[in-house]
């Protein structure tokens, strides 16, 4: 079953066109990374999978709603994690939890279980009643993916969650990510570290607006002729044309 289906979708800004006409799906319980350079498109492709950006046109659905019509359903069953903002720093990590609980309907009870379970599952104990701007970076990303994940969503977005955290930090995140698809959750995961590709069921890149390889890393590692990740994207990448 796919829970992301798009099909032409573009999106221009004047005579730019930041999104060319890209096509693929996303099934369910898959972990699927979006790669590209700065300046590639996947941000805005990102915004208009969420609800936040209309596209210019071409069709789309994600977890079965119309990226036209259903913006708000779409926000309602996603999840939803940026490297620049997931977390209020001035509350503790308990309070992030409820307020978000909150913001997707959640029942008081429903969200005293769910954090108790975040809790134990994180070992937070010491951190549960701590302001998060006084928590090492490591601990705030994980629980930052607590709360985008808190109201058990079909499909979770991880906008470059590991950025400027140390590899053992990122190979910890990863676990989630995995307990995460186990539990039916679908991941969909930007990044610039293409050892993290590597963990991907299957990895599109993108280039200038347009998607030029699709494929599971193995697959596009032999298409390429690559040892990894990185000789494939930079393959790729220098194929780029516009800036960032």
């Given at each position: 079953?796919?829970?992301?289906?798009?099909?032409?979708?573009?999106?221009?800004?004047?005579?730019?066109?930041?999104?060319?006409?890209?096509?693929?799906?996303?099934?369910?319980?898959?972990?699927?990374?979006?790669?590209?350079?700065?300046?590639?498109?996947?941000?805005?492709?990102?915004?208009?999978?969420?609800?936040?950006?209309?596209?210019?046109?071409?069709?789309?659905?994600?977890?079965?709603?119309?990226?036209?019509?259903?913006?708000?359903?779409?926000?309602?069953?996603?999840?939803?994690?940026?490297?620049?903002?997931?977390?209020?720093?001035?509350?503790?990590?308990?309070?992030?939890?409820?307020?978000?609980?909150?913001?997707?309907?959640?029942?008081?009870?429903?969200?005293?279980?769910?954090?108790?379970?975040?809790?134990?599952?994180?070992?937070?104990?010491?951190?549960?009643d701590l302001l998060v701007r006084d928590l090492p970076l490591g601990i705030k990303q994980k629980v930052s993916f607590a709360v985008a994940t808190f109201h058990t969503p079909k499909i979770v977005f991880l906008d470059e969650p590991t950025g400027g955290v140390d590899?053992?930090?990122?190979?910890?995140?990863?676990?989630?990510?995995?307990?995460?698809?186990?539990?039916?959750?679908?991941?969909?995961?930007?990044?610039?570290?293409?050892?993290?590709?590597?963990?991907?069921?299957?990895?599109?890149?993108?280039?200038?607006?347009?998607?030029?390889?699709?494929?599971?890393?193995?697959?596009?590692?032999?298409?390429?002729?690559?040892?990894?990740?990185?000789?494939?994207?930079?393959?790729?990448?220098?194929?780029?044309?516009?800036?960032?």
């Amino acid at each position: 079953m796919n829970v992301i289906e798009t099909q032409d979708l573009t999106k221009r800004f004047g005579s730019f066109t930041a999104v060319d006409h890209i096509s693929f799906e996303v099934s369910e319980r898959e972990i699927f990374g979006f790669l590209g350079a700065n300046g590639a498109g996947k941000t805005t492709a990102m915004k208009m999978l969420t609800g936040l950006l209309n596209p210019t046109s071409g069709k789309g659905s994600v977890a079965g709603f119309d990226i036209y019509k259903d913006t708000q359903k779409i926000k309602k069953n996603i999840g939803y994690m940026s490297q620049k903002f997931s977390l209020y720093d001035d509350l503790t990590v308990f309070e992030n939890m409820r307020l978000f609980g909150g913001i997707y309907g959640m029942s008081d009870k429903a969200i005293r279980a769910r954090a108790d379970y975040w809790v134990r599952e994180l070992s937070l104990k010491t951190e549960r009643d701590l302001l998060v701007r006084d928590l090492p970076l490591g601990i705030k990303q994980k629980v930052s993916f607590a709360v985008a994940t808190f109201h058990t969503p079909k499909i979770v977005f991880l906008d470059e969650p590991t950025g400027g955290v140390d590899p053992i930090a990122r190979r910890t995140f990863w676990e989630l990510i995995y307990q995460a698809a186990e539990q039916g959750i679908t991941v969909f995961v930007t990044t610039h570290y293409m050892d993290e590709a590597e963990y991907c069921n299957r990895v599109s890149i993108m280039v200038d607006g347009k998607i030029k390889a699709l494929d599971t890393p193995g697959n596009l590692k032999k298409e390429f002729n690559s040892d990894n990740m990185d000789e494939v994207f930079t393959k790729l990448a220098r194929e780029a044309k516009r800036g960032e």
